[in-house]
């Protein structure tokens, strides 16, 4: 039997892996001929350029007083790194994380539920990215990505 923590590192990798090749293939690259010739480039401009960290997995519970509502929201979080600012990255983020985490927490806190409706989480991903810039400019986060999200939310 599979354990459970074996699966969800295997998610992760999976997301992660996903999300820098969509992120290498929608940077103007030109269209090969076929699928598999450009999925394949994707991935060796993708390990030469740019790298994942991650950030950390959450779960937040917020309470809305005014709309009588407690939401719980779950997810993993990653950022895109170029690869000259790789290993600074990854040492600020271990030399910095629970601060990264509290940053990361205010921002979910603070975002109201609407912002949790949208499909991409565009604008939460971007409250974030401001937060964890604002707390640490010598971090070079290209942008962040979300995955295993779940949002839980009770009326009181």
């Known amino acids: 039997m599979i354990s459970r923590s074996f699966l969800s590192a295997a998610f992760k990798l999976a997301a992660t892996a996903a999300a820098l090749t969509v992120r ?3 940077g ?8 598999a010739a450009a999925e394949a480039s994707a991935e060796d ?7 994942g960290v991650a950030l950390g997995d959450y779960r937040i519970r917020s309470y809305y007083q005014i709309d ?7 997810f993993s979080l990653f950022a895109t790194v170029k690869d000259e600012h790789f290993r600074e990255v990854q040492g600020l983020v ?5 601060k990264l985490r509290d940053q990361v927490i205010m921002a ?5 539920l609407s912002v949790f409706q949208e499909p991409d989480l565009a ?5 974030v990215l401001v937060r964890l810039r604002r707390a640490l400019p010598e ?4 942008d962040l990505y979300v995955s295993e999200f779940d949002l839980t939310i009770k009326s009181l």
Request: hydrophobic share 25%.
């Open 68 to 74: 009588a509502q407690k939401s719980t929201v779950r």
């Open 108 to 112: 979910t806190r603070l975002t109201p």
């Open 45 to 51: 401009e993708a390990g030469k350029a740019i790298h």
């Open 24 to 26: 290498s293939a929608s």
């Open 94 to 98: 271990e030399e910095h994380r629970q």
């Open 28 to 35: 103007g690259h030109e269209h090969a001929a076929e699928p």
């Open 123 to 127: 604008t939460f991903r971007r409250r």
């Open 139 to 142: 971090l070079t986060i290209e």
